[in-house]
């Protein structure tokens, strides 16, 4: 499929299932219809050129090719099952004991064919494709008669198929597997695995919902809502649009599906690891809860489904239960950087304002469901609250879990570290490599929304958009160093004059903006509202849009009720959170001060970190001489000065191993 077609293609999607307010949506442009370069096209580069490879070969690696081909003996349990800790093991009905995240490989396997499908966009890799290809072969061939897919539940633990959806991620693997069966459709026209998964669906679609008969559940970790919504999109058919409502629906509705198959499969409710719904969100009806609970990479794909539920219904009691939820975690649970979660032994959340630096959980996966949220709420039209947070966690809390060169990754990123806390290479738990990847490689959706007749501008930065509106063709052209410098411009190409408005955000950050069209400048008090500046005119060729955000360097304090952070600042410049490093800070990062007078300068690095700006002052250290007689004394610490340099967050750990640090002493 040429790139001219697979824009065709990608530009179906969307175009059903609009049962609610269809004028009132923001559909994301299509991957192929947004080229990025820049900032972001060197990270797409890095991903299509090494991390796409990297996580085909990896799960190869991890035997994971083994489980799926029906042609090869059963590789068996390859990864142990969770082992219970002592009070946990005197319970016959322990459910950690159950699970190994071996059953997961299908959606490690959905997450590297959607990353290479992006990929192909970017660059022609045809023995990927071949290896690709392969791997949807297996699973037509593994596929029943009745539609039902999983490698686990077919080859490792057969017979048990939809026994226990609260902790074994049947649907979830599913929803994975339909997302990279969109994606290389519209990557490369080959519907194989596309028709798979819709068969897989019809089965699902038969097992599950609100007729008699039809078992009432869901899976515990949400993530099918939303790839359901994708495949609607994309094939037009309105069941699968209610099967994801269905899901949303369901979640949390009493008599609690998990009691009831739990006693089903002789187990008892109360022994389950994690002690309460909360967990996997399904303590309430989604319309009543209003605190993020629980792990966070499923609160953010529930989260994600409802927001496009929403949409495609314009179902406001949803939204304002998704209001409620946003700004809970906006103001009690949410890193600077834009990281969410900050314990292991939940991989979620625990209680307000307790945001620990150095023991940050902060799974990868998590801020990219960030972002999959703030985009998903921006479909039901353009709002900085949600585009802001996208930014951040893109720029941020996301980027950081992939090397620079693509290649090595962070489960959990922390906002402080001694020196060991390094990249590796892979994970028993693999999800958030091709996690990263997928957004990574599909960075250009996230640009840009189009309406009937809008296109909203929620990320900045040199790319091309293409799209159709009032059935006109029409490209904009934005030129910018984005994120290092504020200034962007942007050319409208139109082959006929079109009437339409355009939305261009203007961050929080941004203390001082100026907004010109075709030479003329326009009073940003007078067009912005929900921190967008919206532009209704008949565009024409050329017509040119130039915004200069104030690209100004500030001192960030934490809530005083986030105890951690009492006494301390960081440090930012636009979208952008910085660090120190050991490498450049002679380590000990914990003595260093910055005064809240000292003047801090920005200085463009190009030889560095592939290109940043790199912040620098003059601070004091406190001197560890003469304290050879103990660890107290009367008297402080000596201190000196001490010369200060900041890189972007998202670049750390990229040259020497050492210490890291975001919230710095303030004197």
């Known amino acids: 499929m040429t790139a001219s077609q697979a824009a065709n293609q990608a530009a179906k999607v969307g175009q059903a299932a609009k049962p609610g307010k269809p004028g009132l949506a923001f559909r994301p442009l299509p991957v192929p219809q947004v080229d990025v370069r820049g900032f972001w096209g060197d990270r797409v ?60 490989w299908d959606s490690d396997w959905g997450k590297t064919i959607e990353t290479a499908a992006y990929s192909l966009y970017r660059r022609r890799n045809d023995a990927l494709e071949a290896k690709i290809d392969a791997v949807i072969d297996m699973y037509g061939k593994l596929q029943q008669p009745d539609g039902y897919l999983s490698s686990w539940y077919q080859r490792i633990q057969p017979g048990l198929r939809w026994t226990n959806l609260r902790d074994c991620h049947e649907l979830y693997c599913a929803g994975h597997l339909i997302e990279g069966a969109v994606a290389y459709y519209q990557a490369t026209g080959k519907r194989k695995l596309l028709d798979i998964m819709c068969r ?53 509705q009493q008599p609690h599906y998990f009691d009831e198959e739990a006693r089903a499969r002789g187990a008892d409710p109360k022994a389950y690891h994690f002690k309460t719904y909360e967990y996997n969100q399904s303590h309430r009806p989604v319309r009543e809860q209003d605190k993020v609970v629980g792990h966070a990479v499923r609160a953010m794909y529930l989260f994600s489904g409802m927001a496009d539920i929403a949409t495609e219904y314009g179902d406001d009691t949803l ?109 028993r738990c693999p999800c958030c490599p091709p996690n990263i990847g997928r957004m990574v490689a599909s960075i250009g959706s996230y640009f840009y929304s189009l309406s009937e007749d809008a296109l909203a501008v929620h990320l900045y930065g040199d790319s091309t958009a293409r799209f159709e509106i009032k059935g006109r063709p029409a490209s904009l052209i934005q030129t910018s160093n984005y994120p290092w410098d504020g200034a962007v411009s942007i050319r409208i ?101 910055l005064p809240r007078t000292a003047k801090i300068d920005a200085r463009a690095e190009p030889d560095l970190l592939g290109g940043v700006v790199t912040l620098s002052a003059t601070g004091s250290r406190e001197a560890a001489e003469n304290w050879d007689n103990g660890l107290y004394r009367t008297d402080p610490p000596a201190t000196g000065e001490a010369k200060l340099t900041a890189v972007p967050y998202f670049a750390w750990d990229n040259r020497e191993p050492g210490e890291m640090l975001v919230w710095l002493r303030e004197g």
């Open 45 to 104: 580069d890095a991903v299509a050129s090494r991390t796409a490879d990297i996580l085909y070969e990896r799960c190869v690696q991890a035997r994971m090719l083994e489980q799926i081909d029906p042609d090869r003996p059963s590789p068996g349990v390859v990864i142990p099952f969770h082992s219970p800790s002592p009070d946990e093991a005197a319970s016959p009905g322990f459910t950690g004991s159950t699970v190994t995240t071996q059953m997961f």
């Open 200 to 252: 897989y669906v019809d089965h699902i679609a038969d097992t599950f919902g609100p007729e008699s008969g039809k078992k009432k559940g869901y899976c515990g970790h949400e993530e099918i809502e939303l790839a359901l919504v994708k495949l609607s999109r994309v094939t037009g058919q309105q069941k699968y649009m209610d099967l994801a409502k269905y899901f949303i629906d369901q979640r949390g």
């Open 319 to 427: 939204r304002v239960a998704l209001d409620r939820l946003w700004d809970d975690l906006t103001t009690k649970n949410l890193y600077i950087t834009g990281g969410i979660g900050p314990s292991a032994h939940n991989e979620g959340f625990t209680a307000d304002y307790d945001l620990p630096n150095e023991t940050a959980y902060a799974e990868t996966c998590a801020s990219v469901g960030l972002v999959f949220w703030a985009s998903r709420m921006l479909g039901m039209g353009p709002n900085a609250r949600y585009a802001d947070m996208m930014e951040r966690a893109l720029y941020n809390g996301s980027i950081s879990g992939l090397s620079l060169d693509g290649s090595l990754f962070f489960y959990e990123n922390p906002l402080e570290s001694r020196g060991r806390h390094n990249r590796w290479k892979w994970h």
């Open 493 to 593: 190409e139109a082959e006929a004059p079109v009437e339409f408005t355009l939305h261009l955000r203007v961050p929080a950050w941004c203390g001082k903006a100026a907004l010109k069209v075709n030479g003329a400048s326009v009073d940003l008090d007078d067009v912005t509202s929900d921190g967008y500046a919206a532009i209704r005119r008949e565009w024409r060729q050329g017509d040119r849009v130039e915004l200069d955000l104030e690209m100004s360097i500030a001192r960030l304090f934490a809530n005083p009720e986030v105890r951690q952070d009492i006494g301390r600042v960081a440090l930012s410049r636009g979208p952008l959170i910085y660090c120190v490093e050991e490498t450049d800070n002679a380590g000990q990062l914990h003595r260093i001060t």
